[in-house]
């Protein structure tokens, strides 16, 4: 009985702290019953969405975290990056050699652009979202001075494919095609794996210098990592996976069917420990055993011809979803770190933070940089698979679709995981991918779907930024100005200003 | 010295900039040879097109609810009331059966409904302010996008007789740009329209002088607006809505119930942004729906912060110098830079970045010394 | 100066802005000795702890004159890092704890321990990777010391008593490493009965370590029971320092508050006049107000007409809350009579309807409307509660300027105003300036009840004796009937009739000006006086 209203109170929980999510869930899968679109389509959609955006949206995780909120700003990451893609194609590098030049422009100016931002929100505590959210529109106009006046103008520009007739001024849009399109996502399994293996090879040589010279302290991870890496270099020469290696897009099938042996590889080590190694008693064991029962449930389940179909349809790039998980890696990573704890605590006290020694400004300037950087790296992944750069709209609308996609996924202002990013532009961008045809078969209009979508990505962000407002309004009410009277008042506050 | 001292820090750097840059750009459009009258005509119509919009600004941060992005609730109410006021008259058939009289007439319809809605709106949208205090600016920049999405839905399903207002063979949907030429469009302030549909006694609303061009009609109408808030700031209502937007409680210990007079100023500025908008599509001669009005309340805001207002505080003179001097550059930036440098955006650049730039400056400015 | 003493204070004189807070005070700690350092608000205890903690707000206004030494070595505290470096610590009275981290995140807040990986040797200790194990082991053994087993180390904060909240801030100083001496700062203001026992049972267990205690309280009583020696400040002076086993209560009372009576108000307006007790202007029937920090709970007590009445006692106490709770900023509960009549305190405004007006004691936060003129907020309350300065314009009814003007004039000239004219904004006066523009809004309602709350803080003497004279003057000549609330006993002392002592929301006793210091002291401290004796 007892566990049965446990049950029932978890499953509530859950319900009340999803409303958001499991309310769109709900708005999305209407669509895509009305729409009547194929299965494939959609999929396909989704997953390319997930491949353009994905990483921008979790480039917004860093801020929530130090208590900056959703960063608007991240357009003005976006627009470092443009910049840099503009120089690329105009010298005419293209290829991954060209991304590798793009990022190498983008990230310094990113962080030049991330660390001005950051100080500029240190002048503005607490305002800082309507802040980002001008300064994106004020960085867009200067992107534009500089496109339409700078190029060209002042700075002697002679390329008829990318600048306006008149001599003056960058066009519309840059074709990409033949120099920067897919240059990430071409890249070839095999040539990740052996930049893979030769990257481990150097830090564990590395590693190895510094034990014999420093005495530095070498782990057993260190030498699992390179085994593993080294193993799988090993591998991908047999004839046979090297050839379904060589490829550079993965049908959706075989990522899932790897992912799903990769992790039962995962919980059979796990089951294998806990029963040999630490003889843990056979009710750690259901877990486990459970999962991969699930894992094969799910395994059967792309023998349903209709599944089988989308799965075989949809073909994955594969360097853009390792980077995603990379960032969520790093993302996770942080938090363990002494950078990562400082931006917590900033983030959920200014005033105690400054009272312990942490030197709050620098901690919220480094995550606006890290953020801005992000951004500028997402907004690459974004263009070159996109293949058109819109010299003037890429970028203007990159804050207002990544965040509402982070809402839609259940974050908040104060807080957003990578489960809450991933779920949220999934969610987002099927309603994005459908509602323009839900709209033709509910209303025969499909330009109603189109506003729909819109309204729905203004209209989170406004619910969300409204029931963060009442909680704090609420918060601040219980605690009335008389609070300033208290006595040892002057010590407090002494210590509040306090390093 | 001193006093030049204080001078430019009440002023600010920004607006020093932006004045003078209206001065460099009056002076060199002269020395370029365009006929001042035609370029100040286009000044004082851009100043009066905008100026009840900006307006609409004051009783919002005198109320105590910031930079009233949420603009864009008032002026869809306008739109909306305008629409409405349009359909009625074609079912009507006001122009024949009233003549003269029947542009007046959908003008005044036009004000009343986007009056009624918005004054409805507005006091709701106090209500959801109230209850967001000290995120005012965020969360209404946000509702005030979200009800222009939710308008384009609207617009894209209201299925209209009046062929001015629905795209022609569709019977669903309104038009991106409604003329307003048959309707009350330059009614106040154009002096062919005036001259061509109204009678002689009525010549005086919009006349010519040599090329400068009067439109009185449209400055008694604003003159007259201006008046009414100005009143009001004066009455006691208003006086009591001023101490509640500086200092809460110190209005809360006269006895006086603050939030309600929060929603008051938020109820007067979304009527004033009704009243705006039909004033705007009435000098500019469409009625413009859809995502047009997107970026109008960031426009307004810009203007009244350049006319040195502040979050907290504004006065009408506030809005008849900011709107003059952000609209002046407009006006005259688009002839000077074509004859410079031949890029037609470029004035749309300056605009974005004159007005997010002196809006950033004011909230920066506003942190600081709350800290 | 003695070597005995881990902390020595000498000499120590401290301007701000040439008000002189500190005149030559000596503060002297033995190790292992718990030291009470008592005083009434504005003794200077706060200021002598900046100073111990170098706090830039010291520094800020020109530091300090005096010596500061530690195990018998001068020390130079200039910074509160250096203050953490020499050992110091402190518990605050407001606490400064994240409540959704966990204890051991609390504990170790910016001293988290971390391990060198090879991302840090080359940017820094920033990416250090955090050891938890290890910072709760420390944590554990911290709580384990002050003896709270039952905390537990790896629970959020979020949701923990109060008590609780404060032992581990306790942990917190406890686990710094040298941790010397440890200041508390009312460290029972906000505890129940038996966390504040438990409390000074975590003080002595410290102080058995070896750790010298700086216990800062109003409660007498508590010093009596847990303090080994205590410091005694008065106005900023240093009264006494003495042996807790050689005094008595009622001797430290008398320390604290011992002054002579000085003439703040001349005599000859402090004319004789008929009170009798059957006529009550204001009476307060099991009043509450909750208002933070300043909270009334359950006060009980009748004014008479035509009184002049003081409210005192110490700051926290609930003194400030009376006023607030009338005015209609806080939710209130129980009666307020005017004249036998009870006041609907759920409405805006109720008060001043009945001719009660106030000064508030928050001169820029409630008091006054800064950026407008002398003018508008002379008049603004009298406007709005009883239509004056109004002319009407058709139904709507606009400022009258011309009279507001006017009687702005004569009230810049009747309290001597120092300003360029009725339009100059009330933000750039003086604070005495601006506190006779809250007496002129309040004065403009003519009410038949002034409350004045705090009505000479922060000002100079002149303002001072300007402002309590008129006090005096409207109460003998008009008949006003005055509640004065006030920090200053010797304000209070010196006009009112009789004086309500308030401790802990309630009104401890009713006092005569001429009642002995001990009394005064006693009652501030909350103490009966058959228990000091």
């Known amino acids: ?499 | 010295m001193k006093t030049l001292k204080t001078f430019y820090e009440n002023f600010g750097l920004p607006r020093l900039i932006i004045a003078g840059f209206f001065i460099l750009l009056v002076v060199a459009s002269i020395i370029l040879g365009f006929s001042p009258a035609v370029l100040f005509s286009d000044v004082v119509k851009r100043w009066l097109m905008y100026g009840t919009l900006v307006l609409a600004m004051v009783p919002g941060i005198q109320s105590g609810i910031g930079l009233n992005f949420g603009i864009s609730l008032g002026i869809s109410s306008g739109l909306l009331g305008a629409v409405l006021a349009m359909e009625i008259s074609f079912l009507r058939d006001w122009n024949t059966t009233l003549g003269m009289g029947a542009p007046w007439l959908t003008l005044l319809l036009a004000l009343f409904f986007g009056v009624i809605l918005a004054a409805i709106v507005g006091t709701l949208y106090g209500m959801l302010l109230n209850r967001v205090k000290g995120s005012e600016m965020t969360v209404s920049t946000y509702v005030g996008f979200s009800v222009i999405a939710f308008m384009n839905i609207v617009w894209l399903s209201l299925s209209f007789k009046n062929g001015e207002l629905s795209w022609p063979l569709q019977g669903q949907g309104l038009r991106n740009t409604a003329s307003l030429s048959g309707s009350f469009g330059g009614l106040l302030s154009n002096p062919d329209v005036v001259q061509a549909t109204q009678p002689k006694w009525l010549h005086w609303l919009a006349f010519r002088v040599g090329e400068f061009t009067v439109p009185l009609g449209l400055i008694l109408v604003f003159a007259f607006l201006c008046l009414l808030v100005w009143l009001f700031l004066r009455s006691k209502s208003g006086i009591a809505m001023s101490g509640a937007g500086e200092n809460q409680l110190f209005t809360t210990s006269s006895g006086i119930n603050v939030n309600q007079k929060r929603i008051q100023g938020t109820m007067i500025s979304t009527v004033l942004g009704a009243v705006g908008i039909i004033l705007y599509a009435q000098t500019y001669g469409f009625l413009q729906l859809y995502n047009a009005p997107l970026m109008m309340g960031f426009a307004s805001v810009a203007s009244i912060l350049i006319g040195g207002a502040t979050v907290r505080r504004a006065r009408i003179s506030n809005v008849l110098i900011g709107t003059l001097l952000f609209q002046g550059i407009l006006v005259t930036a688009l002839p000077v830079v074509n004859e410079v440098v031949e890029i037609g955006t470029l004035p749309e650049v300056l605009r974005i970045i004159i007005s997010n730039g002196i809006i950033l400056y004011a909230l920066s400015k506003t942190k600081g010394e709350n800290q | 100066m003695d070597e005995q003493y881990l902390l020595s204070m000498s000499n120590i004189s401290k301007e701000y802005y040439g008000n002189r807070v500190l005149k030559n005070v000596t503060l002297n700690v033995k190790p292992g000795e718990i030291h009470a350092l008592v005083g009434e608000n504005g003794a200077g205890k706060s200021t002598l702890m900046n100073i111990l903690f170098g706090m830039p707000v010291i520094y800020a206004t020109g530091g300090f004159e005096g010596q500061v030494s530690l195990d018998g070595e001068v020390a130079t505290v200039d910074n509160p890092h250096a203050a953490m470096d020499y050992g110091i610590g402190m518990v605050h009275q407001e606490f400064m704890l994240i409540p959704e981290f966990t204890v051991t995140e609390n504990i170790k807040l910016g001293r988290e321990i971390g391990h060198k990986t090879a991302l840090s040797r080359i940017f820094g200790n920033l990416l250090e990777k955090l050891n938890w194990d290890q910072m709760s082991r420390d944590s554990r053994k911290a709580l384990n010391s002050i003896g709270m087993m039952n905390i537990e180390e790896y629970t959020k904060v979020a949701g923990m008593p109060i008590g609780y909240k404060q032992f581990v801030e306790i942990a917190r100083e406890i686990d710094k490493t040298g941790i010397k001496l440890l200041v508390f700062d009312e460290p029972t203001a906000v505890l129940t009965e038996s966390e504040a026992d438990r409390l000074l049972e975590i003080m002595r267990l410290i102080a058995e370590k070896g750790i010298a205690i700086i216990f800062i309280t109003h409660r007498l009583t508590e010093v009596m029971a847990v303090a080994d020696s205590m410091t005694i400040l008065r106005d900023g002076e240093f009264v006494a320092r003495k042996d807790v086993k050689d005094t008595s209560l009622a001797n430290i009372a008398e320390l604290m508050i011992g002054r002579q009576v000085e003439k703040l108000v001349e005599d000859d307006l402090l004319g004789e006049r008929e009170l009798s007790d059957e006529n009550i202007a204001l009476e307060f029937i099991d009043y509450y107000v909750d208002m933070p920090g300043e909270r009334v709970k359950g006060m009980n007590v009748k004014i008479r007409e035509g009184e002049i009445f003081g409210f005192g006692g110490l700051a926290g106490q609930g003194k400030i809350g009376i006023a607030n709770g009338i005015m209609g900023l806080y939710d209130t509960e129980g009666e307020v009579l005017v004249r036998g009549k009870t006041l609907d305190l759920s409405k805006l405004g109720e008060a001043l309807r009945n001719k009660i007006a106030f000064v508030s004691e928050d001169r820029r936060g409630v008091g006054l409307l800064l950026g407008e003129s002398i003018e508008r907020n002379i008049i603004f309350s009298a406007m709005q509660i009883n239509d004056e300065f109004l002319k009407g314009i058709g139904p709507i009814k606009i400022l009258d300027k011309a009279t507001a003007d006017k009687h702005a004039k004569n009230m810049i000239k009747l309290l001597d105003i120092r300003c360029t004219g009725p339009s100059q904004a009330v933000g750039s006066l003086s604070g005495g300036n601006q506190q006779k523009v809250c007496l002129a809004r309040a004065i403009t309602m003519i009410p038949e009840i002034l409350i004045v709350s705090e009505p000479t803080r922060g000002i100079d003497i002149g303002a001072k004796k300007l402002v309590l004279e008129y006090l005096t003057k409207i109460n003998r000549e008009l008949g006003t009937t005055i509640v004065m609330i006030s920090s200053e006993l010797l304000e209070l002392r010196s006009l009112c009739d009789r004086i309500a002592i308030v401790s802990e929301g309630k009104v401890f006793s009713v006092m005569k000006p001429d009642d002995p210091d001990a009394a005064y002291g006693l009652a501030m401290a909350g103490v009966r006086e058959e228990v000091a004796l």
């Not at chain 1, 208590?67 to 910049?83: D, E, T």
């Not at chain 1, 590798?100 to 240190?122: D, E, Q, R, S």
């Not at chain 1, 500089?146 to 060209?152: E, N, R, S, T």
Request: hydrophobic share 55%; charged share 10%; net charge positive.
């Open chain 1, 1 to 499: 009985m007892n566990q049965k209203n446990n049950l029932f109170k978890k499953v509530g929980s859950f319900i009340f702290d999803n409303k958001v999510m499991i309310a769109f869930a709900a708005i999305c899968l209407a669509a895509i019953v009305l729409s009547g679109s194929p299965m494939t389509f959609i999929v396909d959609g989704v997953f390319t969405r997930i491949t353009r955006n994905t990483f921008t949206v979790l480039a917004l995780i860093i801020p929530v975290l130090a208590g900056l909120g959703l960063n608007f700003g991240i357009v003005i990451g976006a627009v470092a990056a443009q910049i840099a893609v503009f120089w690329v194609v105009y010298w005419g590098f293209g290829g991954f050699s060209g991304i590798l030049l793009t990022v190498l422009i983008a990230t310094p100016l990113a962080i030049l652009f991330g660390y001005l931002v950051g100080k500029l929100f240190n002048q503005m505590k607490g305002a800082e979202m309507i802040a980002g959210l001008i300064l994106g529109y004020f960085a867009d106009g200067l992107y534009q001075l500089l496109f339409l006046v700078i190029i060209g103008g002042v700075i002697p520009v002679n390329n008829p494919k990318l600048i306006i007739s008149q001599g003056v001024g960058v066009k519309n849009t840059i074709d990409l095609t033949g120099n920067l399109k897919y240059a990430i996502d071409s890249v070839r399994m095999v040539d990740i794996i052996t930049v893979f293996f030769y990257a481990v090879l150097a830090i564990t040589v590395i590693k190895i210098i510094l034990h014999l010279v420093k005495k530095l302290k070498l782990s057993r991870s260190d030498f699992i990592l390179f085994g593993v890496s080294a193993l799988i270099f090993g591998v991908s020469y047999i004839p046979e996976i090297e050839r379904f290696l060589s490829t550079d897009r993965l049908a959706l099938l075989d990522a899932f069917t790897s992912a799903l042996v990769i992790l039962a590889i995962l919980q059979i080590i796990k089951l294998i420990k806990s029963i040999w190694v630490e003889k843990e008693p056979a009710s750690a064991l259901v877990k486990p055993v459970l999962l991969l029962l699930v894992y094969g449930a799910l395994y059967g389940l792309t023998y349903i011809p209709a599944v089988e179909e989308v799965m075989l349809y949809v073909k994955l790039p594969v360097l853009p979803f390792l980077l995603i998980a990379a960032l969520c890696w790093f993302n996770q990573k942080i938090l363990s770190v002494r950078l990562g704890q400082n931006m917590r605590t900033v983030g959920q006290s200014l005033s105690v933070a400054m009272a312990s020694g942490i030197n709050a400004d620098q901690t919220r300037v480094i995550a606006m940089v890290i953020s801005t950087v992000l951004a500028s790296w997402g907004q690459i992944i974004f263009l070159q698979n996109i293949g058109t750069f819109s010299t003037y709209g890429a970028h203007t609308q990159i804050a207002q679709f990544a965040i509402a996609a982070l809402l839609v996924g259940g974050a908040s202002v104060q807080k957003a995981t990578n489960k809450q990013a991933i779920i949220g532009v999934i969610l987002f961008h099927t309603l994005f991918i459908v509602a323009p045809q839900a709209g033709k078969e509910l209303f025969n209009n499909a330009q109603i779907g189109e506003y729909f979508r819109v309204f729905v990505s203004y209209g989170v962000i406004a619910l969300s930024l409204a029931m963060h407002a009442w909680k704090q309004f609420r918060k601040t009410s219980q605690s009335t100005p008389g609070d300033m009277a208290l006595p040892g008042a002057p010590l407090q506050e002494a210590v509040d200003g306090g390093s």
